[in-house]
């Protein structure tokens, strides 16, 4: 917050998935039998996903404060992440006494006052600077990022996101909309594919 003493608290991170972390065991959820045997384990199980998603809303909210957003969606893989985000943003401006219009759009650039974008996964950075540059000629009043993965990528040109959900080591993950040649997209955990599941899916 502008002439705030205090430091604003950095959300770029997210709650941090350390490498050695083993994940949970895939016998201890339920998730679609079709892929039965294409998984690794669980790296973060869908309620988690969505509680967090919920905390992001409430941050994004007291940053930006109660102003008019424009949501813009990274198709495909950032559908469900900005459907769960938008739902919370709405219920926080319905239960307070300010009303804040949102309108989602789905990267078709025109002019913009406030922009929220909302990504699935920044890896390495730079399809994201590309983007923001894109969007910068439209000269939006505030331009923010909200991604629900970041990736620690040896290839990352230093790029962090204004909110990110979690933090994970550089692992091919799917699920929660994240796909593998289309499949996965279906999965609510998010999940580290094994072998056999991007044989068994390559195109």
Same mark, same amino acid.
């Given at each position: 917050m502008a002439g705030s003493s205090e430091e604003a608290p950095d959300y770029g991170r997210g709650v941090v998935i350390l490498d050695n972390w083993p994940g949970y065991d895939l016998n201890l959820f339920t998730y679609p039998q079709h892929y039965y045997g294409d998984l690794e384990y669980v790296l973060i199980p869908h309620g988690i996903i969505v509680d967090r998603i919920e905390r992001l809303a409430k941050d994004i909210m007291k940053d930006i404060g109660y102003c008019d957003i424009m949501v813009l969606c990274v198709l495909k893989g950032g559908y &469900?992440?900005?459907?769960?985000?938008?739902?919370?943003? &709405?219920?926080?401006?319905?239960?307070?006494?300010?009303?804040v219009s949102m309108k989602v759009d789905f990267i078709r650039l025109k002019s913009y006052r406030n922009v929220l974008i909302v990504e699935d996964v920044v890896g390495t950075g730079?399809?994201? &600077?590309a983007l923001l540059s894109s969007i910068e000629k439209y000269k939006p009043n505030m331009i923010k990022v909200a991604s629900l993965l970041v990736k620690r990528t040896p290839r990352s040109d230093g790029f962090r996101p204004d909110y990110a959900g979690f933090e994970i080591p550089n692992l091919f993950v799917v699920g929660y909309a994240l796909d593998y040649n289309e499949y996965f997209r279906d999965l609510n955990h998010i999940c580290v594919i094994n072998e056999h599941g991007k044989e068994k899916y390559r195109v």
């Open positions: &469900k992440f900005c459907a769960d985000l938008v739902e919370h943003l &709405k219920s926080i401006s319905r239960n307070s006494d300010r009303f730079r399809t994201m &600077k």
